[in-house]
């Protein structure tokens, strides 16, 4: 289904809801029963730095501190803890993934330098080399399907 609001527009899948908050300009995912699994942040969605050389794309994601995430290493298939590793950057051609355990998986839609990154004042975020701010967000309640689905869709 679709509703579109003056201040917010709504998708609704089979087993998720996408709502986008026109006003400020951020994403908020949904499961099947309209349970909140990720919501970009409410104070800036996304930031271009324009400065940098090449130019720079952040998105934001709010999140509890408490919230277990992945990351997934497509060189070996293994899943490490993010807090472990805090920022993760794409090398050979590999793409950075975070999974939070049977929920979702994001996986930024570049072919730049990309890096995610996990950080106590700022919160999770992805940094794109790039003019804009892509990513999958794979829903299902099964790990193992979770990463099948990023090897899938990156090719990795």
Same mark, same amino acid.
């Given at each position: 289904?679709? =509703? ?5 527009? *709504?998708?609704?899948? =089979?087993?998720?809801?996408?709502? +986008? ?8 995912? +949904? !499961?099947?029963?309209?349970? *909140?699994? %990720?919501?970009?942040?409410? #104070? *800036? ?33 293994? %899943? #490490?803890? %993010? ?6 950057? #794409? ?10 355990? *049977? ?12 890096? $995610? ?12 080399? !790039? ?10 309640? #099964?790990?193992?399907? %979770? ?5 899938? $869709?990156?090719?990795?």
């Amino acid at each position: 289904g679709y =509703k579109d609001s003056s201040q917010t527009v *709504e998708i609704t899948l =089979k087993k998720m809801m996408i709502r +986008y908050d026109r006003y400020r300009g951020a994403f908020t995912f +949904y !499961d099947g029963a309209k349970r *909140e699994i %990720l919501k970009e942040s409410q #104070n *800036e969605a996304r930031y271009y730095d324009e400065k940098k050389k090449p130019p720079v794309m952040y998105t934001f994601f709010e999140g509890k501190s408490s919230d277990v995430f992945y990351i997934h290493s497509a060189g070996d298939g293994s %899943l #490490n803890y %993010l807090a472990s590793k805090a920022l993760y950057i #794409n090398e050979d051609g590999k793409i950075p993934c975070i999974i939070k355990k *049977e929920k979702y998986a994001i996986i930024p839609l570049t072919t730049s330098k990309a890096a $995610l990154c996990r950080m106590p004042v700022v919160g999770t975020f992805i940094m794109q080399e !790039d003019a804009y701010s892509d990513y999958y967000l794979v829903v299902d309640d #099964n790990t193992d399907r %979770l990463v099948e689905s990023y090897h899938k $869709l990156t090719g990795k």
